[in-house]
């Protein structure tokens, strides 16, 4: 049998086996049609099928009334704890499944919570925790926020100033300390600018540690910073990366504890602290100067305040300079401005956050 031949077999075997199977499916159909397994109903076409699925009527789950927000406001914040069960609660940072529980639990034994500093007495709920409330609020997981370091939560400026405090205060000093200069500004509670000035650090430097000879040094600067009520400083962060850094940091932090025990030194008899430190993230997020893990210079938002004096998005009064804090400013070196622009930006952001916002 040559080739041909071959070809011509399988061609017409193949034709037969298509033509049994065309009838086996249509008698498959007749049959399952005799059964009723198909619907009379059912339309053959295609698009009448899909015209026909629009006009069902769609099933709508009712969603849950609550939603998961950002809380940054402290009657928010408190709400929350007091009226959200477990599984709402651990749908926030830092607060996980037990946590929650053990807030339910605690509220429905005690009472609801009066202010945020009765959270520590929740079991497992350190001071850590809520000084991470009291900076952040309540915000979801899932939402990043900027990487803030360890000291950031230090933050005396909040839950360690009374209200009572707070509502009698008159005037404020926020201060910056530099390598080779030390800034302060004096403003009252009606944003007037009283006093704005920069003075030099002489005789200490990073590269020789001589204890006295800082005490000395932040003795003379204090003599000259005016009487307030209130002392401000501020937390920086800093990125340790070789030995030089590292001698600038000790630097720094040792100036600025010497400033916390002059004008705290009398604490132990009062109670009641004068100097206060807030965060530099805080400070930065208040302007819109984080850029990353990085805070962007505030000099030409000083700059423009020198100028207006208002804010641009609604024209409200941030602060009431002088007429020669501007030529003082301008006079000034970059490293002078930078630490003249702190202490604006610390006024401002405390003067917002604290008395404007707080619920008196």
Request: some cysteine; hydrophobic content about 40%; charged content about 25%.
């Amino acid at each position: 049998m040559n080739f041909g031949t071959r070809l011509y077999l399988g061609a017409k075997c193949l034709c037969k086996t298509i033509t049994q199977s065309r009838i086996q499916v249509v008698s498959l159909a007749q049959v399952l049609s005799e059964r009723n397994f198909c619907s009379e109903d059912t339309p053959n076409d295609p698009s009448e099928i899909t015209e026909a699925q629009d006009n069902e009527p769609t099933k709508t789950h009712k969603m849950p009334e609550w939603t998961v927000n950002i809380l940054t406001k402290h009657d928010d914040v408190l709400r929350a704890f007091n009226s959200l069960n477990p599984h709402q609660l651990c749908k926030y940072r830092h607060v996980s499944m037990r946590l929650g529980v053990a807030i339910q639990e605690d509220r429905e034994v005690r009472g609801p919570f009066r202010d945020l500093t009765e959270l520590t007495r929740v079991r497992g709920l350190g001071r850590r925790t809520l000084d991470r409330f009291v900076a952040e609020g309540l915000r979801p997981r899932g939402i990043r926020i900027e990487p803030l370091t360890r000291y950031a939560y230090a933050v005396s400026g909040n839950e360690q100033i009374p209200q009572e405090k707070l509502k009698v205060l008159d005037s404020i000093v926020t201060m910056d300390v530099g390598l080779k200069h030390f800034a302060w500004l004096h403003m009252d509670r009606g944003r007037h600018v009283i006093e704005w000035r920069v003075v030099d650090l002489v005789d200490i430097s990073p590269a020789k540690y001589d204890p006295i000879a800082y005490f000395k040094a932040m003795q003379r600067v204090l003599d000259e910073v005016p009487t307030s009520d209130m002392y401000i400083l501020e937390h920086k962060s800093f990125a340790m990366t070789t030995k030089t850094a590292y001698q600038v940091i000790l630097f720094l932090r040792t100036l600025e504890s010497l400033i916390f025990g002059m004008l705290n030194a009398n604490y132990a008899d009062t109670g009641d602290l004068e100097c206060v430190s807030i965060s530099q993230q805080r400070v930065g997020k208040h302007f819109g100067l984080i850029v990353g893990t990085r805070r962007r210079s505030g000099q030409a938002i000083v700059k423009s305040l020198l100028k207006r004096g208002l804010s641009e998005e609604n024209q409200k009064v941030v602060v009431k300079f002088r007429p020669e804090d501007a030529e003082m400013f301008e006079n000034a070196n970059n490293f002078e401005k930078e630490l003249l622009a702190n202490t604006v930006l610390k006024a401002v952001s405390f003067f917002d956050n604290m008395i404007d916002n707080a619920d008196f």
